[in-house]
């Protein structure tokens, strides 16, 4: 390989990947490449073939910079201002989103998730006219968010003309993404050719191209640079280098010489271009210009083959160049070169940076103006960079107890960034050495516990957590507050009854003390929605209702506070504990709303698990799917697990109970992800969701079993309401089914005590049908069915009732009451087929053909056979969505939705939008 040129040798097999990629992305299959290699290794050579195999399509294109801080949004800058043009053809608040992450708008906060959407749009909007490359160079050096969009896009374009084509070293990738190809060395033929390439055709003696391959370790770009700078004494004494030489010396050397032909001038203006973050144009001639540089140093370096102008940006031909220029430039010049920098700047934050980096001594201007800068790198989503420049402020701020602080603040950022515990707890610790305040100490504690890195132990780091909570009420009662919430919530998850007592304690010290409204209604939903849980004495629903009060205060029509989203999850879930589904769904919905009109992605994540556990337990399991898609995306992408993990726990329950099989793997990695994160009650969630599938498939031996695992955990953990659903029922049908009557009645006595010390309507409900199948006398079992069925209509649970029917159904055809038997059966079968319930609406034709009636399939089931994406489509058009809208709430570009469409029209037998809308609605009310 010539890195000048660009000619490849001995990467054949790499450029039919490349190839192969580009290939199907004109074929609208999309996909995602990644090279992984040492420095020199060949992969901007591979990229730069790329861009000449792609002629025929749109080419955006990033690199990361070496640098010492990270600046948010560096790298999708780069990559997306080509697409300026496209930016007027995207929704408003994506509009909104790019030009705040761009700097155009400073009024509106970022929002990671809302960006990743915006950035795959305009790529999306770009393939209406060409397919688009996205390139991606020195990944490991892209900034964050911007390596998160990347993310975010490669997951997402497999139905697209996009190809995504990224270089990495080792150690760095986009997660979730197929594994790097990692480029080998060079064999022994192919250095002798790339060798004689810069010998003028010479071809190496035996011994010295044995030398040179040793030495390279078959790196192309150091068998370039030995060559063309060693070449003449490889050629003639067979042994040119220096025995043995690591590969990092042979491209340093190389590289080396080309910095040593520069002038003084011109060696200083390349200087200030490695210590800049923003290679544009003009604010690098600026830069230059404070140096007191003529522009002409900068050709120099052109011509020298050391920088490359391009699209309006100065870059290294070589990243290398840029980190030995670092490397040989010493404090005072780099500081030199920051100060310059700093005044060039159009951009506060980078203004803020470069004044830091120029700055040998604390300053409290520059400390300031740099904390602000984290400040607004947190708003927008930027956290890592924010750690970086946290830690930075404080370590300019000449006053001991604010830089204590702003190392809280790195270590938070840090913590939120998921950067290694031990560089949290280095910047926890170098806030305590500075703290002078009971606060400021308390507050690094709390960041140090906030770690969780002794979740083994759960006890002992319950305790801490309780220390720090004494500590600190009276002298910060909101931290008390934040600190009662945490062990509350932790302790519900792990399931430990005497730390969720305990926590209740502290919920209610701290509930009327002096805090925010935001604090105190998630002090009030905990305390409410763990109450209930736990079915703890002399707590009453109505705590509940006060919290939905309280949450009414702080959520209007224009917006919702900051924080207010923490403690809606408690809520929905209290309401639906205590049968308030309406509320429930009016809480989870206008949480859901109001997030994607401010564009805050943790609180649409929370409010869409909450229409998901509703819209599951009231039996409407298309949306429960479309809630629970959107939740996994936004777990992922913010980097909440537990989240993705139930939302996906509760999908296969819907899954398991309409084909009679759930998957098992995603089941197993919830699992792992609550151990992981000392989440136990995923467990529960798993659990039921095998027993689901196993009553649902006729193995009701195997769902008691899983039942009763929940059972078990439950009883351990002191809690009475069932987190998903409303397993105890299926756990008495299991063992009825099962035929072990005992164990039956023992697990209907939890679901008579629900209804008859909680009169929770869903337990009233089931008891007299659950009851008449244990009865022996036709005439009492009878009257059961008929006082459950009377029931069913307040409990909102139509898969329930259907059910019951079912039941009620076979034991009067067994009674040779068929006409009777009937009119059941076919009610139940009707739900089922509604819902997809397949392997019950099975059961139900079976009876009817038993009677006599002859069966027929219901028309709903039709949405069945709808993929999951056309369903979500279905849905959005349904409500009348157009292609874009839709487009941008599924994160596909509008050509896929218009593909899915036609295939939704062909599928459900209709013709219009109108016609759709009409059908959809006769399908969903499920």
């Known amino acids: 390989m010539d890195v000048a040129t660009g000619e490849l040798v001995g990467r054949e097999a790499e450029v039919a990947l490349v ?194 391959t040793r030495a390279s370790g078959g790196n192309p770009l150091a068998v370039a640079e030995s060559a063309a700078h060693a070449g003449d004494r490889l050629w003639l004494r067979g042994a040119g280098l220096d025995t043995p030489l690591p590969v990092g010396t042979l491209i340093e050397r190389g590289f080396s010489s080309r910095l040593d032909g520069l002038s003084a001038e011109a060696l200083t203006a390349a200087g200030v271009v490695a210590e800049s973050i923003a290679d544009d144009e003009a604010t690098v001639r600026r830069a230059i210009a404070e140096r007191g540089l003529s522009p002409a140093a900068l050709t120099e370096a052109v011509d020298q083959r050391v920088l490359v102008h391009e699209d309006g940006r100065w870059r290294f031909s070589h990243p290398l160049l840029r980190s030995i220029l670092h490397s040989r430039a010493s404090g005072a010049e780099r500081r030199a070169a920051h100060a310059a920098l700093a005044a060039a700047a159009t951009t506060t934050g980078l203004a803020a940076w470069h004044a830091a980096e120029a700055s040998a001594e604390p300053n409290r201007e520059v400390a300031d103006t740099l904390a602000d800068a984290a400040a607004q790198y947190m708003a927008m989503s930027g956290v890592s960079a924010a750690a970086q420049a946290f830690e930075r402020s404080a370590e300019l701020t000449p006053d001991q107890e604010l830089a204590a602080l702003r190392f809280v603040d790195a270590a938070r950022a840090a913590r939120f960034a998921g950067t290694p515990a031990e560089r949290v707890r280095g910047l926890v610790a170098r806030a305590a050495a500075l703290a002078t305040s009971e606060a400021a100490l308390a507050r690094a504690e709390f960041e140090l516990l906030l770690l969780r890195e002794d979740v083994d132990d759960s006890r002992q780091h319950h305790e801490k957590m309780d220390r720090l909570f004494t500590r600190v009420l009276g002298l910060d009662d909101g931290m008390a507050g934040e600190l009662a919430r945490a062990m509350s919530n932790d302790a519900v998850l792990l399931g430990d009854l005497e730390l969720v007592r305990r926590s209740l304690d502290r919920l209610r010290t701290v509930r009327h003390r002096s805090v925010s409204p935001e604090i105190r209604f998630g002090i009030v939903a905990e305390l409410a929605a763990t109450a209930v849980l736990q079915g703890e004495p002399g707590v009453h629903d109505a705590d509940v209702l006060e919290a939905a009060a309280e949450q009414r205060e702080l959520v209007d029509v224009d917006g919702m506070s900051p924080g207010v989203s923490a403690g809606i999850a408690a809520l929905v879930e209290g309401l639906m504990w205590i049968e308030e589904l309406e509320r429930a769904e009016h809480a989870a919905d206008e949480c859901v709303r109001l997030a994607r009109a401010q564009g805050d992605a943790f609180a649409e994540m929370v409010g869409r698990l909450g229409e998901c556990e509703i819209a599951f337990r009231l039996g409407a399991w298309s949306r429960s799917l479309v809630a629970a898609e959107r939740g996994i995306v936004l777990g992922d992408v913010l980097g909440s697990e537990s989240t993705s993990a139930v939302c996906a726990a509760i999908r296969e329950s819907i899954v398991g109970l309409r084909t009679g099989v759930g ?99 869903w337990a009233l409900a089931a008891v007299p049908w659950l009851e008449a199948m244990l009865d022996s006398d036709d005439g009492r079992a009878f009257a059961s069915f008929e006082l459950a069925l009377e029931r069913y209509p307040a409990a909102r649970a139509p898969f329930e009732e259907a059910r019951a029917r079912l039941a009620y159904g076979q034991r009067l055809r067994r009674a040779n009451r068929r006409a009777d038997a009937r009119a059941h059966l076919e009610s139940a079968l009707a739900t089922f087929e509604a819902l997809g319930a397949e392997p019950w609406a099975e059961r139900a034709r079976r009876e009817l053909g038993a009677s006599g009636q002859g069966v027929r399939r219901a028309a709903a089931h039709q949405r069945d056979e709808l993929t999951l994406q056309e369903r979500q489509v279905a849905a959005l058009v349904a409500a009348g969505a157009s292609n874009k809208e839709a487009a941008g709430e599924l994160f596909l570009s509008p050509k896929t939705i218009e593909t899915h469409l036609s295939r939704v029209y062909r599928k459900l037998g209709v013709s219009s939008r109108t016609q759709l809308a009409a059908r959809w609605d006769e399908l969903s009310q499920s």
């Open 663 to 761: 998957d098992a793997t995603v089941l197993a990695r919830a699992e792992q992800t609550g151990r992981d994160a000392g989440v136990a009650i995923l467990s529960e969630y798993a659990s039921v969701a095998r027993g689901l599938a196993a009553l649902s498939a006729g193995d009701a031996a195997a769902a008691a079993r899983h039942f009763e695992v929940v059972r078990a955990w439950k009883r351990a953990a002191g809690q009475v309401e069932p987190s998903i659903g409303t397993w105890p029922v299926d756990l008495v049908l299991a063992h009825v089914l099962a035929g072990d009557a005992d164990a039956a009645r023992n697990a209907l006595a939890d679901v008579r005590d629900h209804a008859e010390a909680r009169g929770r309507r």
């Open 19 to 212: 190839n192969d990629l580009l290939v199907r992305a004109r074929r609208g299959e999309g996909g995602v490449l990644t090279l992984r290699g040492e420095p020199g290794a060949g992969k901007t050579s591979l990229l730069g073939r790329a861009k000449q195999l792609a002629d025929d399509f749109t080419i955006v294109s990033c690199c990361g910079v070496e640098w010492e801080a990270e600046i948010p949004f560096s790298g999708l800058h780069e990559l997306l201002r080509p697409l300026d043009s496209l930016h007027d053809a995207l929704p408003a608040p994506q509009r909104r989103e790019l030009d705040a992450a761009m700097g155009r708008d400073d009024s509106v906060p970022v929002q990671g998730f809302h960006l990743h959407v915006a950035t795959l749009s305009l790529i999306l909007e770009a393939t209406r006219e060409r397919p688009t490359l996205v390139i991606a160079d020195d990944l490991q050096w892209i900034d964050t968010v911007s390596t998160q969009a990347l993310g975010f896009v490669g997951r997402r374009i497999a139905g697209e003309a996009v190809a995504v084509l990224v270089a990495t070293r080792p150690g760095a990738r986009l997660p979730g993404l197929p594994e790097p190809v990692d480029l080998a060395p060079l064999d022994r033929a192919a250095v002798g050719e790339l060798a004689a390439r810069h010998l003028g055709g010479r071809a190496l003696p035996e011994t010295a191209l044995d030398e040179l």
